[in-house]
């Protein structure tokens, strides 16, 4: 089983069991979005992996015309289920290969926010092939990876370059790319990448995370 189908597969039986679902978006990403994004100049935007929709839902209320891709089956139905709820209009599709399906420059932005390290080195590069394929010249990215640190990698084993299998309970067997700053130029090479980072630790629970962003050249 490659690191596309493992990864699948972990997330489904997460939200297959009713877990993982976030009631509010993630604070770093409303605070960054709001500050990169509007409405105007951003109108249409991907979710890339949007579990179970809080962020998706809270871009929505801001007047973004969302769209959203995942792998999970169930998550894809959790979400369109907290979406109705809400009142919130969103094209939300399940990502069956590695292809998306959309045309070529459709998105203003492409939000994939603790997703990407989810991933091997060979897949990691298949996604963002298609990710600049679907992003519009003179579109947003945004993303996080997990950085050292990081639970992850902490409960993780390392089987290649930067490449772990993860231990963390609930995503045992999960392919996972876990990286310092400096590596991070390695993921989006030609691109002026913006980074950041956000990081919390309360008892034996840590979180590391790097923040990036950059403008496709037009």
Not at 79 to 88: E, F, P, Y
Not at 186 to 196: E, M, N, Q, V
Not at 208 to 213: D, E, K, M
Request: with cysteine; aromatic share 12%.
């Amino acid at each position: 089983m490659d690191a596309v189908q493992s990864n699948s597969k972990v997330w489904e039986d997460i939200y297959s069991q009713g877990k993982g679902i976030l009631s509010y978006p993630n604070e770093s990403m409303v605070r960054l979005t709001y500050g990169l994004l509007n409405p105007t100049e951003h109108k249409q935007v991907l979710d890339y992996g949007f579990g179970a929709a809080a962020n998706l839902i809270h871009l929505a209320r801001r007047g973004f015309e969302m769209t959203g891709i995942e792998v999970s089956p169930s998550a894809v139905e959790i979400a369109k289920s907290r979406c109705a709820q809400d009142s919130v209009k969103a094209d939300l599709r399940l990502l069956t290969d590695t292809g998306l399906p959309f045309e070529d420059d459709y998105f203003d932005a492409v939000v994939a926010w603790q997703v990407l390290y989810y991933n091997h080195w060979k897949s990691f590069h298949s996604a963002m092939t298609e990710i600049e394929r679907v992003l519009r010249p003179g579109g947003i990215f945004i993303a996080t990876m997990a950085g050292v640190g990081d639970i992850s990698h902490h409960l993780g084993t390392l089987v290649g370059d930067c490449e772990y299998i993860s231990g963390a309970p609930g995503q045992e067997g999960a392919h996972l790319l876990i990286l310092e700053k400096k590596e991070l130029q390695r993921c989006f090479p030609d691109r002026l990448i913006a980074i950041g980072e956000f990081y919390y630790q309360f008892d034996s629970a840590l979180s590391r995370h790097f923040i990036i962003s950059y403008r496709k050249p037009e």
